[in-house]
Structure formats: C-alpha cells, structure tokens
C-alpha cells in the first residue's frame, strides 16, 4: 500500500494592492501634454479653504483622476514560455485532438492508435524544446542587465518572470514562550514589546553634562516658508524609479506641471499654521 504525505497547505490573507500608474506612457510628449492639460483643468474646479487634511485629500484625489484619465494604471506582466510559441503548440495540440477523436471513435484500429502516439509525442517534445529555447533566452537578457549593472532592468525581468514576491506574517512567540502568536495584531504588539524592552531605557546620563556642550547658534532661515521655486527645485531633486509614497503618486507625476506645486506649496505653508 502507497501513502503519500502532502504538508499542511497554509493560506495568508492578501491586502489589495493598489495597481501603479504607467509612467512608461509618460515618454510620449502627447500622452505627457494631455496628463498636463486634465491635471489642469481639474484644478480650477477646486476652490482651497482653511482645512489642510481636505485640501490635501482633495489635491491627491485630483491628481489620481487625472493619471486615471490619460496614462492609466499598469497592467500586471507575467510572462511564461508558451506565451511566445502559442501559435506552433496550438496547431500540434489541435493535430493531437484530432488523433485521439478519430482513436476513440475507432478502438480497434491499430493504426489510429499509433497516430494518436506520434502526435502526443511530438506536442511533448515540441514543448520541451521550446520551453528550453525560451529559458535560455531570458537566462542571457537577464545575465546582460547583470553584467551592465542594470539593476532595475534585472529585477523588473526577474518579476515578469517570476511574478511579485510574498510576504508572509509569520508567527512569534510570546515574551514567556508559552503560547504561539498568530494574528497580526498580537504579533504586532510582540514586537512593540521586545524593542521597548531592549531600545526604550531611562538615559542615565547627568544633566551636567550635557549642559557642557557647546550650542551651535539658531539657525531662524530654516524656519522660513518655502517659495514655490524651492518647492520645484526639491520636487525636481527627487529621482525618478522609486516607489511611491502612501499616496501612490510617484515623483514623476509631480515632477510635470506647475499648478499642482501652487497648490502643494499652499499646503506646506498651511501647515505652519496649525
């Protein structure tokens, strides 16, 4: 008697994440002049008030619609080796269907069987072949984007390859090691607990001390409101490539036009008000 023994499968729940905009599309000059142009008109519909949390929800709600509108979010790539030789495979599968009808319908035909075999043989070989020749393919363009030091370029192949990595919670023990910690919030609070058990300690230095060292001079520029050409200048000292923030607007987005950074750096000065 066989057993088999499959391990526990274990399921984690998965939070939605939101698509990214496709900056790609960006390197049009028509798709950058229309993102401009919506971004522009959805602004002069919006009239500023005292709440910088409103204002600044409804800013980022207007971007958003604007990138929705023209350049649109990117659409999840995962290539695999049949993708590219679907053509050849179909008409070998489509011949292999058609053997083993004609073998069904006829069982006593010694002929049809074996037709029905060299046409299973050759999808499985044709398969193989081509699955080979597509690995090797993207085995070198990968190993070039390594040798070149093309890192973005190497991790973005990897992924349409492999798909987006996973990211399980795992589960922790309690500080007594008694029970098994397995919901995100208990293991959240562990965590919280085991840095402020070992990062969190009463400094024990003496006052006299520090009352020792020299005090470099206040420095009252630094408390100055940003002008909107600072605010451009940091926006454009941004890099490009880079995730996005918790807003989901990449630097790029902000990086073109100037009515947004009006806008923006309304916000920024609001801020010092409250």
């Not at 069904?104 to 046409?119: G, H, I, L, M, V």
């Not at 370029?153 to 399980?168: L, N």
């Amino acid at each position: 008697m066989k057993i088999k023994l499959r391990p526990k499968v274990k399921y984690h729940s998965k939070e939605s994440r939101v698509k990214k905009f496709n900056i790609e599309a960006l390197q049009d000059p028509k798709a950058r002049v229309a993102f401009q142009q919506r971004l522009q008109v959805n602004l002069q519909n919006k009239t500023p008030n005292h709440l910088v949390e409103e204002n600044w929800n409804q800013l980022k709600e207007t971007i958003i619609t604007a990138c929705e509108e023209t350049i649109g979010r990117k659409k999840r790539k995962h290539e695999d080796w049949f993708d590219d030789n679907d053509e050849a495979l179909k008409e070998l599968i489509d011949q292999k269907r058609k053997a083993f009808i004609s073998s069904q319908n006829d069982p006593k035909s010694a002929t049809k069987r074996e037709s029905f075999k060299k046409c299973k043989a050759a999808v499985q070989r044709t398969a193989r072949t081509l699955k080979n020749q597509w690995w090797r393919h993207k085995s070198r363009e990968i190993q070039q984007l390594a040798d070149v030091n093309d890192t973005r370029g190497f991790f973005k192949a990897t992924k349409e390859i492999y798909g987006p990595s996973t990211h399980a919670q795992a589960p922790l023990k309690s500080k007594d090691g008694a029970t098994i910690l397995k919901s995100n919030t208990e293991i959240g609070d562990r965590w919280r607990e085991h840095f402020d058990d070992h990062l969190n300690h009463k400094a024990t230095i003496d006052k006299s001390i520090l009352d020792m060292i020299p005090k470099e001079a206040k420095d009252y520029s630094l408390a100055r409101i940003p002008s909107l050409e600072e605010v451009k200048m940091a926006i454009t000292a941004m890099k490009n490539n880079k995730a996005a923030g918790p807003d989901g607007i990449p630097a790029e987005i902000y990086k073109l036009g100037v009515s947004h950074l009006i806008v923006l750096t309304f916000l920024i000065n609001a801020t010092r008000n409250l």
